[in-house]
């Protein structure tokens, strides 16, 4: 079973658990995403692997003009039906149903890292992008996939025991408040993010490794260990204007 497809199998404990105010990291980090990271709306946006739908639903509170997509037939239904006004497709991020230079912003919020092919969901990506347009990504920071504290202590050692490089299976499983999550997906180190966008001709204009804040830290005292250490990593890449790029998947027709 695939990464993606086993997102299908968490779907109904994934709505539970990420439409719970303040459960999980989203709350406290796509804030900061929205505000540093995102370009200001542009005629059409896209966002990758929406799963139930809350990176959509605050893209468009933003004046962002929505299409999102997902894999798994539940998350879709449930994105659907939490946002009626919204255009919510099922659909393979490594092989859109859009014509080349089509939107004018690509946000993937923590979706790369549960892709078995990152490197073509970047390039498809890069096709569909005007020129001159960005690519908004937010991925669990590749040093914390590697690694892990010795305790919940602020000043708990962090620890990588395996390796760092190379692609890696990642599976885990939460518990809080009542709720569980097995999260299914992949370990890439940086250069495999860095190389996909290099061969995928799209320029890094910023990189961010957000803190967690004090709001956060005072929901969450765990978390003072992740003002040491980055759990996320943000970043902007840009097509540029001129660059010419037509994907192995293009189509002649949008939806």
Known sequence: MTSESQWEHEAERWVRWA????????WHYSPSFFDTVVPRPGR?????????????RDLTRRGHSVVALDTSPTL?????????????????????????????LVVAYNSLMDVSDMAVVVAEAARV????????????HPMSDAGSFAGQQPQAPFTIAGAY?????FEATFARDGLQMTFHGWCYPLEDYARALEAAGLLIELIREPAASEAAVSQHPSWRRWQRLPMFLQLRAVRPAGHVRRGRHSRTTSS
Do not use: I, M, Q
């Open 129 to 140: 992008l005007r020129p001159g347009r960005h690519l908004c990504v937010s991925v669990t």
């Open 19 to 26: 439409r719970t105010p303040g459960h999980d990291a989203y």
């Open 165 to 169: 490089l190379g692609r890696r299976r």
């Open 76 to 104: 879709v239904r449930a994105a659907k039906a939490a946002d009626s006004a919204g255009h919510y497709l099922l659909a393979d991020a490594a092989r859109l149903p859009f014509p080349d230079a089509s939107f004018d």
């Open 44 to 56: 059409r946006t896209l966002e990758l692997g929406c799963g139930e739908g809350r990176v959509a």
